[in-house]
């Protein structure tokens, strides 16, 4: 174990390192990786090539240019892949734009003159994240303590679903009266968060539109939002955080303004809670309970992690 040398290149699998105690062992990670806040000392082996400050229509247009000439959207530095000598390598392959991908990091690691495992994480369900923790432990050596994490997170989940079964009854609400979640994961094009995010919104006691649980997300239009009348909207844009999606309000103001009958939009720190499939998952789902339920849960999260969003 004292030799174990593990390269996160997927923020998911940087916060599972450390959850399991593993961080001593690491020796790089990818530039997306920020949390925890010690990470951001480790070197970095990848850059985007993307301006952050680009506008969402903007982004999504860089990222189709450059898919169509063939060019990846981050770049590894192979150079310091091969000083870091890394035993192990977590990645995924769901998405080539929030994470650089297994095939990217294959080719790359050819430049090594030793094999190295190269691990892929490709969730599509909550228990799948939960599953992730666990061959994170495997092969880092901290199989009992994966189990033990794991057992706590499932503890939080079921005070969730408790809290959300007593709390009606308390209350008196009626079990027809779940909340129409919409939850969008990226504002231009408008794409619906699929994934893990529908059972996100189905274990914090709503009921999640447009995708179902392990599908992947979808593309609709401002008038089809209409049409749907979600009570709930929730924008929770991939790789941002609130400060960031609140730089377009215009947009989103434009989406609120269509929907009748709503009764309320709130922005989540996605970058955290919803769109990276790692331990915080968890809090995401305490996070929707809090916004679907406030008469049930008190708030225990801050304005950095959501906030109710006032249309201009």
């Avoid at 027809?176 to 794409?191: A, T």
Wanted: include cysteine.
């Amino acid at each position: 174990m004292n030799k174990l040398r593990i390269l996160s290149l997927l923020p998911a699998a940087t916060e599972m390192v450390y959850l399991l105690g593993l961080e001593k062992y690491l020796v790089g990670v990818s530039d997306d990786c920020d949390f925890p806040p010690q990470v951001k000392k480790l070197p970095k082996l990848t850059e985007c090539l993307i301006d952050q400050n680009l506008t969402s229509k903007e982004i999504d247009k860089k990222v189709k240019n450059l898919k169509h000439q063939g060019i990846n959207v981050s770049h590894l530095d192979e150079e310091m892949l091969k000083d870091l000598k890394p035993d192990l390598i977590l990645t995924q392959d769901i998405c080539p734009v929030c994470a650089i991908s297994y095939t990217q990091v294959k080719k790359a690691a050819r430049i090594l003159d030793y094999d190295t495992k190269i691990i892929s994480l490709e969730p599509e369900s909550i228990e799948d994240i939960l599953e992730n923790i666990k061959v994170v432990g495997e092969f880092g050596g901290r199989k009992k303590e994966a189990v033990r994490v794991i057992e706590e997170l499932r503890k939080r989940l079921d005070k969730v679903k408790r809290k959300i079964a007593t709390g009606r009854t308390k209350w008196y609400i009626p079990r027809n009266d779940s909340r129409k979640v919409l939850v969008i994961e990226w504002l231009d094009p408008i794409m619906i968060a699929g994934h893990w995010a529908p059972e996100m919104v189905e274990k914090a006691g709503g009921v999640n539109l447009v995708t179902k649980p392990g599908e992947r997300s979808k593309i609709i239009t401002i008038n089809q939002i209409k049409v749907l009348k979600p009570d709930i909207l929730i924008i929770s844009p991939c790789g941002f955080d609130i400060d960031r999606t609140f730089k377009e309000k215009e947009l989103i103001s434009r989406i609120v303004r269509g929907i009748k009958g709503i009764r309320g939009a709130y922005l989540i720190d996605g970058n955290s809670y919803m769109t990276r499939p790692g331990p915080r998952i968890i809090d995401g789902i305490e996070i929707l309970s809090e916004i679907l339920h406030p008469q049930v849960f008190l708030r225990k999260h801050t304005k950095k992690d959501w906030r109710r969003f006032v249309v201009l």
